[in-house]
């Protein structure tokens, strides 16, 4: 039981879960009703939607399991009482694990783009387990290139679907430019800039709680080559950007009369995005840190869900 508890936590299954649910709503309350008032277009249909999330969840697992391989050491001044592998999980199983579940994603990939006629998306996946273990082994000591890989593959959770339905959309039913493929596109990058920029804002945040392990041995993050102040100054802009935009859509909701949508965005993702902003600015220490870092993941949580409202 402690092996399976220990492996649930190496591969972040409350991550995984976040993943499922992303695609999930964006699936069913996105792109399923669009199709539904335009019948005659091509959605994926639920058994390849299905493995397609299955695809993801297994090549997010094996990134986890592989950033826990390779930082090993670092973990053990940053977190020593989360540390899984060796202590809980043999090093080798770890990456006879990646190696499964990297490569039944990529497969999965293949075979859904071989049905569905999205020939790019084993290509995709491939290459979305290339950029996390080179990611692992060497862009997350790089200045900003590791925080902006990570942002990238959070946007495509939902961009995948998107772009995929969308291909299909163009190929299958030669909607190119006209509703509702254009409709989808704008949604998919609402959503998807949205991850992007609240992720890239928490793996700032996240590199300067970890700070004292990743300087140790010869990280250089944002806060470590570039300082503390400048991080904040960083992430902190991207926040005003990000409830800046959030403000926009705020207005635009209302002009359609959308009270609940727009009520739900004010109360859920603009005012804790704007208490995130102030604590953020009086943060000094790890554990301050840390508690914002828990605090932006909230909001990317109630963000994703806005969906439903939608």
Known sequence: MKILVAFFKLIRVLNLLFIILTQGLFQYMIVVPMMRANPNTPALPPGYFALVV??????????YIINDYFDLNIDRINKP????????????????????FSFIGVLIGFYVGWKTHVFWLGFANLGCVLALWFYSTTFKKKLLAGNVIISLLTAWVVMVIGFATHYRLVTDAGLYGVQPASKL????????????????????????????????????TMPIVWGVHVSKVFAGTWLAVLTAALFIVFAYVLQLKWWLSASYCLVF??????????????????????????????????????????
Request: include cysteine.
């Open 54 to 63: 299955l695809s993801s969840v297994l090549i997010a697992a094996a990134g």
């Open 185 to 220: 596109l704008r949604y998919t990058f609402l959503y998807a800039g949205f991850a992007f920029i609240i992720s890239l804002i928490r793996e700032v945040v996240k590199d300067v709680e970890d700070m004292a392990g990743d300087a140790k041995y010869g990280c250089r």
């Open 269 to 310: 993702v603009i005012v804790p995005l704007l208490i995130v902003l102030r604590r953020f600015a009086k943060a000094e220490t790890p554990r301050d840190f840390g508690n914002l870092s828990g605090m932006i993941k909230f909001v990317m949580l109630t963000g994703i869900l806005s969906m439903a409202f939608f």
């Open 81 to 100: 009482d989360k540390i899984v592998v060796e202590r809980m999980i043999k090093r080798r199983w770890a990456i006879i694990w990646h190696l499964i």
